[in-house]
């Protein structure tokens, strides 16, 4: 199996543009969770689905923060507009019981 | 108060020796699982080692081992023979609920250095 895979790897954007992170589970999990690290507030879950549905979403900082699943193989995390404060990297990971693995995560800078 | 403490600021170890990184957490809840994930330099989150509330006896998975503490709340991870690429942050995390599957917490981290 590939593992979660996540895209772009890395992305570099202007403030006030919009920006998506994807996201493709391990084949057979129910669970998606998108995750935002940062030197200041470590690592804190923003939202996460089961069975494509967000449960869910309480850690999502704003409303210029949406996420999506519309499949069990593909998830969207967007932000618009990006600001400076939101870069981070952005980790997603999946799990069909106790264990959570984890994509390799996009590293966003926003400028 | 927070749910995951991890205080060490940063650990040094000699290579081949043991080590233990520390961890406190808080939950009213009766049934809960923690974790502990390896994050190297190039990033990746990578599962070490699992300990549910109800177990028994403390968790090992190879050189890596849960030292459970139910009463005090600590769930310290014990690495023996370290090696030059277990140099890494440490972060330990819990689950709270019976639910398998449910959002966790992560505690700051723990960076840990092995000396040759």
């Known amino acids: 199996d590939a593992g979660v895979i996540q895209s772009p790897r890395h992305e570099v954007t202007e403030m006030g543009q919009e920006v998506t992170l994807r996201c493709k589970p391990i084949?057979?999990?129910?669970?998606l969770f998108w995750y935002r690290q940062t030197m200041m507030r470590g690592l804190e879950l923003l939202i996460y689905?089961?069975?494509?549905?967000?449960?869910?979403d309480s850690g999502m900082p704003e409303d210029r923060f949406s996420a999506k699943m519309p499949n069990a193989s593909f998830s969207t995390l967007k932000i618009q507009p990006s600001e400076p404060r939101d870069s981070a990297v952005y980790f997603c990971?999946?799990?069909?019981?106790?264990?959570?693995?984890f994509g390799p995560g996009t590293r966003l800078t926003v400028l | 108060a927070q749910k995951i403490t991890q205080t060490q600021p940063g650990m040094f170890v000699q290579e081949k020796e043991a080590v233990t990184l520390d961890c406190t957490y808080d939950?009213?809840?009766?049934?809960?699982?923690l974790f502990w994930y390896k994050q190297p330099s190039s990033g990746e989150m990578i599962f070490l080692i699992y300990?549910?509330?109800?177990?028994?006896q403390n968790a090992t998975e190879g050189r890596y081992s849960l030292n459970f503490q139910k009463a005090r709340k600590s769930a310290n991870l014990v690495i023996s023979a370290s090696q030059l690429g277990d140099s890494a942050m440490y972060f330990c995390?819990?689950?709270?609920?019976?639910?398998?599957?449910?959002?966790?917490?992560f505690g700051k981290g723990i960076t840990l250095s092995v000396r040759p």
């Open positions: 990971a999946s799990s069909f019981n106790w264990e959570q693995f």
């Open positions: 084949s057979g999990h129910d669970y």
């Open positions: 689905f089961n069975n494509n549905v967000p449960i869910d």
């Open positions: 939950t009213s809840d009766p049934s809960y699982g």
């Open positions: 300990q549910g509330s109800y177990d028994q």
């Open positions: 995390a819990m689950r709270e609920g019976a639910g398998a599957n449910s959002k966790l917490t």
